[in-house]
């Protein structure tokens, strides 16, 4: 029986840098090298990278963990990146807001403290409670630290570059990826498997001690009145918006937790195949980066209804193709494009709902991100035992029906109001 590791990061995913992209125009990647690359956005790229490596690191190096620790397994090791996970989306919900208060810069120096220090008990760990207590205190880090990134990233955006902003700094789960994978392993060949959480300690309090040192992070434009998620729920339009988060979230967790077990248990394919469709993922969604330049050109409102409708189509293709792999795996690349788009577009309209709660809004964002791994995992189990992958790969496409209505909605407003 073929077996294959899903790694889950917000995004869930591989990806490449545009730079990679060898039919990328070299004017465009020159002209957005100038228009969006500065100081702010390698910190908050950075930033990103490091979170994602430690939520990504435990998982190849589980086997090496449980060997140090007498009596337990890499199952039981990977028990530490489910509190991971619940401590996350807890913290967003809970903590974020503090950002609003504080102001983002602040929050996102103190989280990324706490996570040296997190990281420094992991490394340290010699018993798995501590390691899963330590992991805890990680994810109470990054819920805080994801949201005052976004946060950031909103706030020195240029105006009319937002999505080619967001687009950049998304690059760090890239980096997260392959930092947190492989890096993590050979680490832990080459010397312990504790040297990783060393490594990814110091890189934390480096990036600390940038951030608090970089001065001009944009206008902040909360700290007059409290903030908190249950205030944040009370905006007008944000139940839309997040409903669409839940739903897009879980079509993709739900599809992507079952693609390995599809390919390799039922199609009998080797899990090398396995590998190669997230890596072709992955290459879509890093093809897509620099889309985000045509999403500020063209508007949101169209962008959103090409990408919604554009992804349901790519779900249903899988559907359609579920016995066909090699065509699952072409059907793979558009279906990186359409989740970065996707989720640009999602995270931009939060980002300008209300610029006062960012913090908050953005806590709530992540926090349904993360609780939509486990959602999709667990909703999806019994569609794939009982009616197999084509049946998810449906209920994928009717989830992002709600997104494409909304959409279709936002359209038809602003055509209305351009009358």
């Given at each position: 029986?073929?077996?294959?590791?899903?790694?889950?990061?917000?995004?869930?995913?591989?990806?490449?840098?545009?730079?990679?992209?060898?039919?990328?125009?070299?004017?465009?990647?020159?002209?957005?090298?100038?228009?969006?690359?500065?100081?702010?956005?390698?910190?908050?790229?950075?930033a990103?990278?490091?979170?994602?490596?430690?939520?990504?690191?435990?998982?190849?190096?589980?086997?090496?963990?449980?060997?140090?620790?007498?009596?337990?397994?890499?199952?039981?090791?990977?028990?530490?990146?489910?509190?991971?996970?619940?401590?996350?989306?807890?913290?967003?919900?809970?903590?974020?807001?503090?950002?609003?208060?504080?102001?983002?810069?602040?929050?996102?120096?103190?989280?990324?403290?706490?996570?040296?220090?997190?990281?420094?008990?992991?490394?340290?760990?010699?018993?798995?409670?501590?390691?899963?207590?330590?992991?805890?205190?990680?994810?109470?880090?990054?819920?805080?630290?994801?949201?005052?990134?976004?946060?950031?990233?909103?706030?020195?955006?240029?105006?009319?570059?937002?999505?080619?902003?967001?687009?950049?700094?998304?690059?760090?789960?890239?980096?997260?990826?392959v930092?947190?994978?492989?890096?993590?392993?050979?680490?832990?060949?080459?010397?312990?498997?504790?040297?990783?959480?060393?490594?990814?300690?110091?890189?934390?309090?480096?990036l600390?001690?940038?951030?608090?040192?970089?001065?001009?992070?944009?206008?902040?434009?909360?700290?007059?009145?409290?903030?908190?998620?249950?205030?944040?729920l009370r905006?007008?339009?944000?139940?839309?918006?997040?409903?669409?988060?839940?739903?897009?979230?879980?079509?993709?967790?739900?599809l992507?937790?079952?693609?390995?077990?599809?390919?390799?248990?039922?199609?009998?394919?080797?899990?090398?195949?396995?590998?190669?469709?997230?890596?072709?993922?992955?290459?879509?969604?890093?093809v897509?980066?620099?889309?985000?330049?045509?999403?500020?050109?063209?508007?949101?409102?169209?962008?959103?209804?090409?990408?919604?409708?554009?992804?349901?189509?790519?779900?249903?293709?899988?559907?359609?193709?579920?016995?066909?792999?090699?065509?699952?795996?072409?059907?793979?690349?558009?279906?990186?494009?359409?989740?970065?788009?996707?989720?640009?577009?999602?995270?931009?309209?939060?980002?300008?709902?209300?610029?006062?709660?960012?913090?908050?809004?953005?806590?709530?964002?992540?926090?349904?991100t993360?609780?939509?791994?486990?959602?999709?995992?667990?909703?999806?189990?019994?569609?794939?035992?009982?009616?197999?992958?084509?049946?998810?790969?449906w209920?994928s496409?009717m989830?992002?029906?709600?997104?494409?209505?909304?959409?279709?909605?936002?359209?038809?407003?602003?055509?209305?109001?351009?009358?």
């Amino acid at each position: 029986m073929s077996r294959t590791v899903s790694v889950f990061s917000e995004f869930g995913i591989i990806a490449i840098a545009p730079n990679d992209i060898p039919f990328f125009n070299v004017s465009v990647e020159l002209h957005l090298e100038r228009a969006v690359i500065t100081r702010h956005l390698l910190l908050l790229t950075a930033a990103i990278a490091v979170i994602g490596a430690n939520s990504l690191a435990l998982s190849p190096i589980a086997a090496a963990v449980a060997a140090s620790l007498p009596g337990r397994s890499a199952a039981d090791v990977m028990t530490a990146a489910a509190f991971y996970g619940l401590a996350t989306a807890g913290s967003a919900l809970l903590l974020a807001p503090m950002a609003d208060r504080i102001g983002s810069e602040r929050a996102l120096v103190r989280a990324l403290l706490v996570l040296c220090v997190s990281l420094g008990l992991a490394a340290l760990s010699p018993a798995l409670w501590l390691l899963v207590a330590a992991q805890a205190l990680a994810g109470l880090a990054a819920g805080m630290a994801l949201p005052a990134i976004y946060t950031l990233t909103a706030q020195v955006a240029a105006k009319g570059r937002e999505s080619e902003t967001l687009s950049f700094v998304l690059i760090g789960w890239t980096l997260s990826l392959v930092v947190g994978v492989g890096f993590a392993a050979l680490l832990a060949d080459l010397l312990h498997w504790r040297a990783v959480f060393v490594v990814l300690a110091m890189v934390a309090a480096g990036l600390a001690l940038g951030v608090s040192r970089c001065s001009d992070w944009g206008t902040r434009t909360g700290g007059e009145k409290p903030s908190s998620a249950l205030i944040a729920l009370r905006i007008p339009g944000i139940h839309a918006v997040l409903l669409n988060v839940g739903a897009f979230m879980t079509a993709f967790y739900g599809l992507y937790t079952y693609l390995g077990p599809h390919l390799g248990e039922v199609l009998q394919l080797p899990a090398s195949f396995a590998g190669l469709t997230i890596a072709v993922y992955g290459l879509g969604f890093g093809v897509a980066a620099p889309l985000g330049r045509l999403v500020d050109r063209h508007g949101a409102s169209a962008a959103a209804c090409v990408t919604f409708a554009g992804l349901m189509l790519v779900y249903l293709g899988m559907m359609a193709t579920a016995a066909l792999p090699l065509v699952l795996l072409a059907l793979c690349l558009g279906w990186g494009v359409g989740n970065h788009i996707g989720l640009n577009l999602l995270m931009r309209q939060l980002a300008e709902l209300d610029p006062t709660q960012r913090g908050a809004i953005m806590g709530l964002y992540s926090a349904i991100t993360y609780l939509c791994v486990f959602a999709g995992a667990l909703l999806y189990r019994p569609i794939f035992t009982h009616y197999g992958f084509a049946a998810c790969a449906w209920a994928s496409a009717m989830l992002v029906l709600p997104a494409l209505g909304w959409a279709l909605g936002q359209r038809r407003r602003k055509q209305a109001a351009l009358e």
